[in-house]
Nanobody, 123 residues
């Protein structure tokens, strides 16, 4: 059974940085694309960033482009979300997910989800 466990969330001031980690287990990590999504209170879950199974392709939402990156380490079965220049509007629960495919950016392409980690950015 696939398990995804996020870590690294917390409270940070605007302009600061955080690195989230997502450790995966249960199937061949390097065969699937990975993604990060987020959900703020009273808002729908939204796409943040995705990376292909090899790490050769990435995609990011316009709202985070240039500030967030999504590296992965297939040897460690881990995907990261490096978040720089954080803004209060980045406050949300961040969830990692494993795709059904080698690369995907839509939520319905993701089959397994972690429970999330809270990120709070103060102004």
């Amino acid at each position: 059974q696939v398990q995804l466990v996020e870590s690294g969330g917390g409270l940070v001031q605007a302009g600061g940085s955080l690195r989230l980690s997502c450790a995966a287990s249960g199937r061949t990590f390097s065969s699937y694309g990975m993604g990060w999504f987020r959900q703020a209170p009273e808002k729908e879950r939204e796409f943040v960033a995705a990376i292909s199974r090899s790490g050769g392709s990435t995609s990011a939402a316009d709202s985070v482009k240039g500030r967030f990156t999504i590296p992965r380490d297939n040897a460690k079965n881990t995907v990261y979300l490096q978040m720089n220049s954080l803004k209060p509007e980045d406050t949300a629960v961040y969830l990692c997910a494993e795709s059904k495919y080698s690369f995907a950016t839509t939520q319905d392409s993701y089959q397994y989800w972690g429970r999330g980690t809270q990120v709070t950015v103060s102004s």
